[in-house]
């Protein structure tokens, strides 16, 4: 048995996957399984993993699924993954060719495992980088990194436990995106992440990727975000945060068409007091997205 999945999901992504792969096949520890969400695509994606699994160099698993976005995709991933960790590697980043030793060996030096979430490393350009800052501490848990100043984005390896014990990512009919930080604030609320001040992956942002979209996200997705928005009012230890979640959680809702906003909000009052502001961003929204061509979007 594995210790490690890194999984995949990929949509219209064939011609990036190799990049990903070589990576993967070179890597100087082969405790790792790869599995590939394929959430609909309609490139050749599944004949691009099957060429590798022939190589037989990686041992690789394939999933072919109608499109359900990249939280479906984690959903997909979390419900056949068997080994005791996994991480998720997007299908426009690779690993560093030691990436899943330091894993691995990082992972035996934990003792009491059962008392965190997983590990933390770093992200890097593709200069090699930092994207933000190091950690500080040996363990702590997502939210409590960047209410200490903590900047970047952040390589997360969960026990693939603890990902299992929370509700999946919700499905919205019509939408393609729910933020994965709703699963990462269920998971901060009863255990930390130990750090790992190394490179555990190298980080591509694509023009048509999620990331660099997010207020064309805002206008497709109002449901998901109103969902993720409510999560992170009822749960987060930053007040700072709440009250933009009431905001951005107001603005989603105009745009959801929902009336009973308030009334489903869990922090009622914060909400009346975001009704302006809110308004603000659905018009700001509204205004960002006139005539922008639809992105290719996991």
């Known amino acids: 048995m594995k210790t490690l999945t890194v999984f995949t999901p990929a949509y219209n992504r064939a011609h990036l996957l190799p990049r990903l792969y070589e990576s993967l096949k070179n890597q100087t ?11 609909g695509s309609v490139d050749d994606t599944a004949e691009v993993v099957a060429a590798f699994q022939q190589e037989d160099a990686v041992q690789i698993e394939y999933i072919h699924q109608n499109n359900q976005g990249m939280h479906g995709a984690h959903n997909t991933a ?3 993954i068997s080994t005791e960790l996994n991480t998720c590697i997007d ?32 992200d890097a350009d593709l200069q090699d980088n930092l994207i933000g800052t190091p950690f ?8 409590n990194f960047y209410l200490q100043g903590g900047k970047g984005d952040k390589k997360l390896v969960y026990r693939t436990e603890v990902m299992r014990r929370y509700p999946p990512y919700p499905l919205f ?25 190394e490179i555990l992956v190298l980080v591509d942002y694509q023009e048509g990727g999620s ?3 997010m207020f064309r996200q805002y206008y497709k997705n ?4 109103a969902f993720i928005r409510k999560q992170g009012m009822l749960l987060s230890k930053s007040p700072k945060r709440r009250w933009m979640d009431a905001v951005h959680y107001v603005a989603s809702s105009i745009r959801a068409k929902n009336p009973g906003f308030i009334a489903e909000s869990p922090k009622k009052l ?15 929204t509204e205004f960002k997205n006139r005539k922008k061509p639809v992105s290719n979007e996991l």
């Open 270 to 284: 914060m909400t009346v007091a975001a009704v302006l502001p809110g308004l603000a961003l659905y018009l700001l």
């Open 29 to 39: 520890c082969h405790d790792f399984v790869w599995l590939v969400v394929d959430d």
């Open 91 to 122: 299908s426009d980043d690779f690993m560093p060719l030691n990436a899943v030793e330091l894993i691995i060996e990082k992972w035996k030096t934990v003792k009491d495992k059962e008392r965190y979430a997983g590990i933390a490393g770093l």
């Open 78 to 80: 979390y419900e056949n």
């Open 136 to 143: 500080t501490v040996t363990a702590t848990t997502l939210e």
């Open 222 to 225: 109002p449901k998901g975000f």
């Open 173 to 197: 009919k019509g939408e393609k995106y729910v933020g994965l930080g709703y699963k990462y604030l269920l998971a901060d609320q009863d255990f930390e992440l130990v750090t790992l001040n």
């Open 211 to 213: 990331s660099n979209n």
